[in-house]
């Protein structure tokens, strides 16, 4: 069973910068999409960003130049590093696993992290 765990959470102040965490149980046999998502209170689950196996990046518009998605495949770590934070993107934030090279809508992802929190005041 694969298992993600997300950390690097927290409350920042407005402009400031987190970098979020996600290891992974193990690595995929082959072709993957991996991603962040995030979803905030009375708001469907969004895409943030996403890498897949052939470290093809994609960025939701309202992240993009502020976020940036990496991965080390030595250690089956995810990172997503925000800077330029802004109150709207407060939300809890989860990272998630598809085995597939073609990433897709939140439903199609196979595994899921149980979230972490993050806060942003303006």
């Known amino acids: 069973q694969v298992q993600l765990v997300e950390s690097g959470g927290g409350s920042v102040q407005a402009g400031g910068s987190l970098r979020l965490s996600c290891a992974v149980s193990r690595a995929t046999v082959s072709n993957y999409c991996m991603g962040w998502f995030r979803q905030a209170p009375g708001k469907e689950r969004e895409w943030v960003a996403t890498i897949n196996s052939d470290v093809i990046t994609n960025y939701e518009y309202s992240v993009k130049d502020r976020f940036t998605i990496t991965g080390n495949n030595a250690k089956n770590t995810l990172i997503l590093q925000m800077h330029s934070l802004k109150p709207e993107d407060t939300a809890m934030y989860y990272c998630?696993?598809?085995?597939?090279?073609?990433?897709?809508?939140?439903?199609?992802?196979?595994?899921w992290g149980k979230g972490t929190r993050v806060t942003v005041s303006s």
């Open positions: 998630a696993s598809r085995r597939a090279n073609t990433c897709s809508h939140w439903l199609r992802f196979n595994y």
